[in-house]
């Protein structure tokens, strides 16, 4: 999930409470005020009816200009004595007019006439529904609510675009970081103190991976360099013990296996350095070079090489297919495609080569699907095979990146099918 809608998520669940806890606290404090000023129309209007019936005076009538009922009602002593002298409450009135109850605000007092008889005054007057108050405020709260967290969210969204800007550009460039490429510089537009330092932290630490790289590479180049000549003196050395020698028939074989041994490490040692050479960008000089040629001369040379197990071509080629690239890397990267697929496949099985659409693919059966997120890197093999050290597809990147072209491994019908595509 984005940090962006991990946030807008966030400020949903924040504001939920928090306006449920406003819409609560708003809802007494209305009830509350409501109250107030009711009490007090009431208080006022049975102090007229008290007045007017001390003074004998003409008592309000009912529907008055006036929505107020009232009763008054003859009470003893104990009466009086045993019960509150003003009281507020809420209660069902009848209305005879409407014939139907509805919700009203009463008071009740005590008071005395001249003669010392006690009366009791109840006044009452029209109110709302408190349902349909809950009702209405429940509504207004979530469009409320609704209208605030599309509001907020679409500022924040707005402000957290802007400021996240730089790191934004900082996650694309990382994108697009390829060690040892030709990589622009971090970033670095900002006034932002911690972007700064964020910034400069990722350029040091892309220095340093540099550094290092270039120093692996340089090792790597060095060492194959180095060990070519040990190498081929071992080799000639083991040949002259074989033509010079008599030998017994185990020694013979023994030596025979350490030439074996010592002729895949000099061929895992030349593959290393053509890969070093490589990523060092060592074939700058490019000439026309006829792809679909290439794939006929190498179909009969691998057709003698693995004609004792019987593998067997399918190939679909244009009559040619020109392109711009080092010959050598070409043909590095059109025979580790079609050799592959000669080793990893078993005796009789049909090796499928297909150019079209400026795509070269190239396909053998197989059991199960390689690892698509290894296949291409070095050393890595799916089924360990004799005349394989696994540099073969970290070749064939190494060539495609070099002039960039794509690469991919599908897993189709039981078939590996390798394919290499020009802009």
């Not at 003698?304 to 080629?317: G, K, M, N, Y």
């Amino acid at each position: 999930m984005k940090l962006i809608f991990r946030i807008a998520l966030r400020l949903s669940a924040a504001l939920l409470p928090l306006l449920a806890l406003w819409a609560g606290l708003f809802y007494y404090a209305l009830m509350g005020q409501i109250r107030d000023e009711t009490d007090d129309a009431l208080w006022d209007y049975s102090e007229l009816v008290i007045l007017r019936m001390l003074g004998g005076e003409r008592l309000p009538q009912l529907n008055e200009g006036s929505n107020n009922s009232y009763s008054i009602t003859p009470v003893d002593s104990l009466y009086a004595a045993t019960h509150p002298r003003l009281e507020y409450y809420d209660a069902e009135v009848y209305i005879p007019e409407k014939e139907e109850t509805e919700p009203a605000r009463v008071m009740t007092t005590l008071f005395q006439d001249e003669d010392g008889l006690y009366y009791e005054l109840k006044v009452a007057t029209p109110t709302f529904e408190k349902d349909d108050l809950l009702a209405t405020i429940f509504g207004w709260v979530v469009f409320l609510y609704l209208v605030l967290l599309v509001t907020v969210i679409g500022i924040t969204i707005l402000v957290f675009q802007r400021s996240m800007r730089p790191l934004y550009d900082l996650l694309e460039w990382l994108d697009d970081y390829l060690p040892g490429g030709k990589n622009r510089p971090v970033p670095n537009r900002t006034r932002i103190e911690e972007f700064r330092r964020l910034n400069l932290a990722a350029q040091q630490a892309v220095d340093r991976s540099e550094a290092l790289y270039q120093q692996q590479k340089q090792f790597i180049g060095n060492a194959s360099h180095e060990l070519q000549t040990p190498l081929a003196v071992l080799s000639g050395r083991m040949e002259w013990l074989l033509d010079h020698t008599e030998l017994t028939e185990e020694q013979m074989g023994e030596v025979l296996q350490m030439q074996r041994t010592l002729k895949h490490l000099s061929r895992l040692n030349k593959t290393l350095l053509l890969l070093t050479k490589i990523d060092n960008r060592q074939f700058p000089e490019s000439t026309t070079v006829d792809i679909a040629a290439l794939v006929r001369e190498q179909q009969e040379l691998y057709g003698e090489i693995f004609s004792a197990r019987d593998i067997h071509w399918s190939v679909s080629l244009p009559e040619s297919f020109p392109v711009r690239m080092n010959k050598s890397l070409a043909s590095v990267l059109v025979t580790n495609l079609m050799k592959n697929a000669c080793l990893h496949s078993e005796p009789g099985a049909e090796v499928q080569v297909r150019l079209e659409n400026r795509t070269l693919t190239v396909s053998n059966p197989g059991a199960a699907p390689l690892d698509q997120e290894q296949v291409f890197k070095r050393f890595y093999q799916g089924a360990k095979k004799e005349g394989s050290n696994g540099l073969g597809l970290a070749l064939v990147k190494a060539v495609a990146d070099y002039y960039g072209l794509s690469i991919a491994y599908r897993f189709l019908e039981g078939r590996h099918c390798f394919s290499v595509s020009w802009p």
